[in-house]
């Protein structure tokens, strides 16, 4: 994938997760609840950019945020 596009993805998650008021440790603990193996460290990564997402952490990152997928893909209108 483009890393401008993993940058801008990653930047929209932080700012979801932010507004849920939500800390990248609590983001892990509920993914992990849900069966995906990650940690806080990951949730950094992703939101700079630095790590691929898959297909099963953007569905339940949807989930846990309660958001859409315009708004992880897009930004936050």
């Given at each position: 994938m483009n890393q401008e596009i993993e940058k801008e993805i990653g930047n929209n998650i932080r700012k979801i997760r932010?507004?849920?008021?939500?800390?990248?440790e609590m983001l892990s603990a509920k993914l992990q609840l849900q069966g995906c193996d990650i940690t806080r460290s990951a949730i950094a990564k992703i939101e700079v950019g630095q790590r691929h997402l898959y297909p099963d952490e953007i569905l339940l990152i949807k989930e846990i945020l309660n958001t859409d997928f315009d708004s992880i893909f897009y930004g936050v209108k």
């Open positions: 932010e507004i849920a008021g939500m800390t990248q």
